[in-house]
C-alpha cells in the first residue's frame, strides 16, 4: 500500500503567531514524518476577505517564510501555492455540478453571516459574495484534486472536511467507482491549549497574541506585556493559573518548570524577572527560526522559487488526475 497523504491550505491572512505555531504548524510538520505531505497556501481563498494587492503578497511572503522558518522541509514536503495549481479551479467547477445548494446553505461560516444579518435587520446575504458561499467547494478541490487520506485542521475547518467527504461519496457513488479518496479531518486540539497575553485563547480577534517573527526588542515588548496580577515582588506566586507560567510550561523542560514553580512559591521573584525567563526560553526557541524568517523575507526570490518548484511538481500529479476525471466524466 501506498504512504497516505496529509494535505493543509494554510490561509494568508496575517502573520502567524505562536499559538498557529503551537496549535497548527507544528502538529502538521510532525504529521509529515509519517504521511507524505502537500502544504499550500490557500491565496484564492483569502481573495475573499483581503482585496488590497500588496496585502496580499506580503501576507502569502509571510506565511511561506514562516512554515519554511519553522522547519517545513520543501523537499519532503510539497510546498505551492493554490493558485499556481489551476487544475484546482477545473475541478471546482466539476464539483460545483454535484454539489447541492443545501449543503452550502448549512456551512457555519456562511450561517454566521446570514444570522448575523437578522440581527441587524439587513437582507441575509448583505456581504455574502459568492466566494464565501462556494467556499467549501474549492476547499474540496483543494483536497480531492491530490486524493488526501488525512485533513489537519482548527476545529472551525472540520465541517467543511466533512462537506468534501460528502461531495466526493456522492460522486464516487453517481460513477460507481473510486473517483476520489474520502479524506477524514484531523483536528488540532492543542490550538486550544495556548493562552494569549490575557489568559484568554490566544487569537487574532482578542487582540493577545504573541507574533512569532517581530524583532528580538517587540518580541521582549510583547511578553512585558502578559497580564499579571497585582502582587509585590516579596509576596510568594502560585504558578498554576498565572499566564506566565502557563506559557513557560510550553517551552520549559520538567527540571526549568519546577525551577521556575520554586521561584513563585518562594517570594521575591518580582513578575519582570518571571516574564525575563519566559522571555529568554523563548527567545532561544525562536531565535534560530527567526534568523532563517529574516533571511526568506530579505531574498523573496528563494520563496518563489521554492513555491514553484512545489508547485511544478504539484502540477504534475494535479494534471493526471484531471485527465483521469474528465475521461470518466465523459469531458474529452
Ligand atoms: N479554509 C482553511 C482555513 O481557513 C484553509 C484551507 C483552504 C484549507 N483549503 C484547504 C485547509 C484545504 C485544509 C484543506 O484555515
Redesign the pocket.
Given at each position: 500500500m501506498s504512504i497516505k497523504l496529509s494535505?493543509?491550505?494554510?490561509?494568508p491572512?496575517g502573520a502567524p503567531h505562536l499559538g498557529n505555531y503551537l496549535g497548527a504548524i507544528k502538529p502538521a510538520l510532525a504529521l509529515a514524518n509519517n504521511y507524505s505531505a502537500n502544504y499550500?497556501i490557500?491565496d484564492y481563498?483569502a481573495l475573499n476577505s483581503v482585496r488590497d494587492p500588496q496585502v496580499l503578497r506580503a501576507q502569502t511572503y509571510e506565511v511561506a517564510a514562516t512554515w519554511i522558518a519553522c522547519g517545513l522541509d520543501p523537499d519532503k514536503v510539497l510546498f505551492y501555492r493554490?493558485s499556481d495549481v489551476p487544475e484546482t479551479f477545473e475541478l471546482t467547477t466539476i464539483l460545483m455540478a454535484f454539489t447541492s445548494k443545501g449543503l452550502m446553505n448549512r456551512a457555519h461560516a456562511y450561517k454566521a453571516v446570514v444570522q448575523d444579518n437578522a440581527g441587524k435587520n439587513q437582507d441575509p446575504d448583505f456581504g455574502v459574495n459568492m466566494g464565501l458561499y462556494t467556499?467549501p467547494v474549492?476547499?474540496a478541490a483543494?483536497?480531492l484534486l491530490f486524493d488526501?487520506d488525512v485533513?489537519?485542521?482548527?476545529k472551525?475547518?472540520k465541517q467543511?472536511?466533512e462537506m468534501?467527504a460528502d461531495i466526493a461519496q456522492s460522486i464516487n457513488a453517481c460513477y460507481g467507482k473510486q473517483m476520489f479518496t474520502i479524506p477524514e479531518a484531523i483536528i488540532n486540539e492543542s490550538t486550544q491549549l495556548v493562552q494569549g497575553l490575557d489568559g484568554r485563547k490566544m487569537s487574532k480577534s482578542y487582540d493577545n497574541t504573541i507574533p512569532m517573527f517581530v524583532s528580538e526588542k517587540q518580541f521582549r515588548k510583547t511578553i512585558m506585556r502578559i497580564v499579571t496580577n497585582s502582587q509585590g515582588v516579596d509576596e510568594p506566586k502560585e504558578p498554576e493559573g498565572c499566564n506566565v507560567f502557563s506559557l513557560y510550561r510550553l517551552f520549559a523542560t520538567d527540571e526549568q518548570q519546577a525551577a521556575l514553580a520554586a521561584r513563585y512559591r518562594a517570594g521575591g521573584m518580582g513578575w519582570g524577572d518571571a516574564k525575563q525567563e519566559l522571555f529568554e526560553l523563548m527567545n532561544g526557541f525562536i531565535s534560530p527560526m527567526r534568523a532563517v524568517y529574516d533571511e526568506l523575507m530579505a531574498d523573496k526570490n528563494r520563496i518563489n522559487l521554492i513555491l514553484e518548484a512545489g508547485a511544478e511538481k504539484a502540477r504534475a500529479l494535479a494534471s493526471k488526475k484531471i485527465v483521469f476525471l474528465r475521461k470518466n466524466i465523459g469531458i474529452s
Amino acid at each position: 500500500m501506498s504512504i497516505k497523504l496529509s494535505l493543509t491550505g494554510i490561509k494568508p491572512t496575517g502573520a502567524p503567531h505562536l499559538g498557529n505555531y503551537l496549535g497548527a504548524i507544528k502538529p502538521a510538520l510532525a504529521l509529515a514524518n509519517n504521511y507524505s505531505a502537500n502544504y499550500f497556501i490557500a491565496d484564492y481563498h483569502a481573495l475573499n476577505s483581503v482585496r488590497d494587492p500588496q496585502v496580499l503578497r506580503a501576507q502569502t511572503y509571510e506565511v511561506a517564510a514562516t512554515w519554511i522558518a519553522c522547519g517545513l522541509d520543501p523537499d519532503k514536503v510539497l510546498f505551492y501555492r493554490q493558485s499556481d495549481v489551476p487544475e484546482t479551479f477545473e475541478l471546482t467547477t466539476i464539483l460545483m455540478a454535484f454539489t447541492s445548494k443545501g449543503l452550502m446553505n448549512r456551512a457555519h461560516a456562511y450561517k454566521a453571516v446570514v444570522q448575523d444579518n437578522a440581527g441587524k435587520n439587513q437582507d441575509p446575504d448583505f456581504g455574502v459574495n459568492m466566494g464565501l458561499y462556494t467556499y467549501p467547494v474549492l476547499m474540496a478541490a483543494d483536497i480531492l484534486l491530490f486524493d488526501a487520506d488525512v485533513v489537519p485542521v482548527g476545529k472551525d475547518q472540520k465541517q467543511h472536511v466533512e462537506m468534501t467527504a460528502d461531495i466526493a461519496q456522492s460522486i464516487n457513488a453517481c460513477y460507481g467507482k473510486q473517483m476520489f479518496t474520502i479524506p477524514e479531518a484531523i483536528i488540532n486540539e492543542s490550538t486550544q491549549l495556548v493562552q494569549g497575553l490575557d489568559g484568554r485563547k490566544m487569537s487574532k480577534s482578542y487582540d493577545n497574541t504573541i507574533p512569532m517573527f517581530v524583532s528580538e526588542k517587540q518580541f521582549r515588548k510583547t511578553i512585558m506585556r502578559i497580564v499579571t496580577n497585582s502582587q509585590g515582588v516579596d509576596e510568594p506566586k502560585e504558578p498554576e493559573g498565572c499566564n506566565v507560567f502557563s506559557l513557560y510550561r510550553l517551552f520549559a523542560t520538567d527540571e526549568q518548570q519546577a525551577a521556575l514553580a520554586a521561584r513563585y512559591r518562594a517570594g521575591g521573584m518580582g513578575w519582570g524577572d518571571a516574564k525575563q525567563e519566559l522571555f529568554e526560553l523563548m527567545n532561544g526557541f525562536i531565535s534560530p527560526m527567526r534568523a532563517v524568517y529574516d533571511e526568506l523575507m530579505a531574498d523573496k526570490n528563494r520563496i518563489n522559487l521554492i513555491l514553484e518548484a512545489g508547485a511544478e511538481k504539484a502540477r504534475a500529479l494535479a494534471s493526471k488526475k484531471i485527465v483521469f476525471l474528465r475521461k470518466n466524466i465523459g469531458i474529452s
